[in-house]
């Protein structure tokens, strides 16, 4: 037998039958058996994983993104890889349901630290993260969730070349940023690497989301001017979820060979009065 025969063997083995959404039961591989097996091969868990779905068997942690995504779809997601700027509250809640969807590859970047103004509303921030690099914490808790993704880390403030030398391999970025004139300096990066950017502002209540294709300019006046709505009408943990399921939504869509449903439009929402509405551009 081949070394590749040999494994699914094993894997096949090892595999239980899980049902899934009323359907047939799936063979289905847990966490421990893929660790063995990690241990065993000295392969990574991220290739024992897109090996199990080529050959029909399941990881169980993905076991209820089936259905709604393949196992072609998951594949998919697992040989990606995705740029993140920014990981404060959007890119907080953006990196953990790219890692839990398992995004294969994530690129993030933030040179802040987490003080006590962020615990309102940032996933990553806790009262023992204050104080500590954002992408410091992005990182470990990313391997806490999910060790089979990759992610590379960087507390710096990129410019305009730290961001299109940081991000130049991704197939999709996230604007997880604050502040007006860098979210324009990431659009603009975004079009010079001909790669889909999926971004989102988040004001108060409200939220504004997203999807510049490549090769499509952003609405000029999509963020406004001057340090943004932000500053005035603070940022309330709703709104930043809602704004960052979106977000991820559309980014998964994208890395799963989907066309997005934003693009060339804009998911308006606005939770003190329950509205939502999309926008042509």
């Not at 590749?4 to 289905?28: D, V, Y």
């Not at 089936?66 to 998951?74: A, C, F, P, T, V």
């Not at 005035?232 to 559309?250: F, R, Y």
């Amino acid at each position: 037998m081949t070394q590749a025969e040999t494994l699914l063997s094993r894997m096949q083995a090892l595999a239980r039958e899980e049902e899934c959404g009323g359907g047939p039961p799936l063979p289905t591989l847990t966490e421990e058996h893929l660790r063995t097996l990690s241990w065993e091969t000295g392969q990574g868990l991220r290739d024992l994983q897109i090996f199990a779905l080529r050959h029909g068997i399941t990881p169980a942690r993905y076991l209820r993104n089936y259905r709604q995504l393949s196992l072609g779809d998951q594949e998919r997601l697992l040989l990606s890889r995705a740029g993140l700027a920014g990981l404060g509250g959007l890119g907080g809640h953006l990196l953990e349901s790219l890692v839990r969807m398992g995004v294969g590859r994530i690129m993030v970047a933030d040179g802040d630290r987490f003080d006590e103004t962020n615990l309102n509303r940032q996933l990553l921030s806790e009262r023992e993260t204050v104080g500590m690099a954002k992408a410091e914490v992005a990182k470990r808790r990313s391997t806490e969730i999910n060790p089979a993704v990759g992610v590379q880390a960087t507390s710096r403030t990129l410019d305009r070349q730290g961001f299109l030398t940081f991000f130049r391999d991704v197939d999709v970025l996230f604007d997880g940023l604050g502040g007006v004139a860098v979210k324009k300096l990431l659009l603009e990066c975004a079009g010079s690497m001909g790669v889909p950017l999926v971004t989102a502002a988040v004001a108060g209540w409200s939220c504004i989301v997203t999807t510049i294709m490549p090769g499509e300019s952003g609405p000029p006046d999509l963020f406004g001017k001057g340090t943004g709505a932000e500053e005035c009408l603070g940022c309330l943990a709703p709104a930043v979820s809602v704004a960052a399921a979106v977000q991820c939504s559309e980014g998964v869509r994208i890395l799963c060979g989907n066309e997005p449903t934003l693009a060339g439009k804009m998911l308006a929402v606005d939770l003190s009065c329950g509205a939502f509405e999309v926008l042509e551009l």
